[in-house]
């Protein structure tokens, strides 16, 4: 499975901006599918994560302001930014594993059990 992000780019803050990701192949039945952001010196973090039957968790950073969403018909995955703030300056990716374990965003668990990454799109917010 490859997953090729875009979508990413500088947008002052207050702004918005969309993410994707679309999936090479999807051949799990079930599966976890998350976006995650690292800034220089930090661990990735979750952002926001869904699973196959659509349930959705959020980091507690961006509750209210990003919507993950997909597509199972383009087999594509969205991440809807809202009101924009410049700590959310940082590389965005999104990844995804068979099943729906430990599948939660505000999980530190989560980014070590992801079987496929994309390379990465920069988010820059200006202030």
């Known amino acids: 499975v490859q997953l090729v992000e875009s979508g990413g780019g500088s947008v002052q803050a207050g702004g918005s901006l969309t993410l994707s990701c679309v999936a090479s192949e999807f051949i799990y039945s079930t599966y976890c599918m998350a976006w995650f952001r690292q800034t220089a010196g930090e661990e990735r973090e979750g952002v926001a994560a869904i699973v196959d039957d659509g349930n959705t968790t959020y980091a507690d950073s961006v509750k209210g302001r990003f919507t993950i969403s997909q597509d199972n018909a383009k087999n594509t995955l969205n991440l809807h930014m809202n009101s924009l703030k410049s700590e959310d300056t940082a590389t965005y990716y999104c990844?995804?594993?068979?099943?729906?374990?430990?599948?939660?965003?505000?999980?530190?668990?989560?980014?070590?059990?992801?079987?496929?990454w994309g390379q990465g799109t920069q988010v820059t917010v200006s202030s």
């Open positions: 990844a995804a594993k068979r099943g729906r374990y430990d599948c939660y965003a505000g999980s530190p668990s989560l980014p070590y059990g992801m079987d496929h």
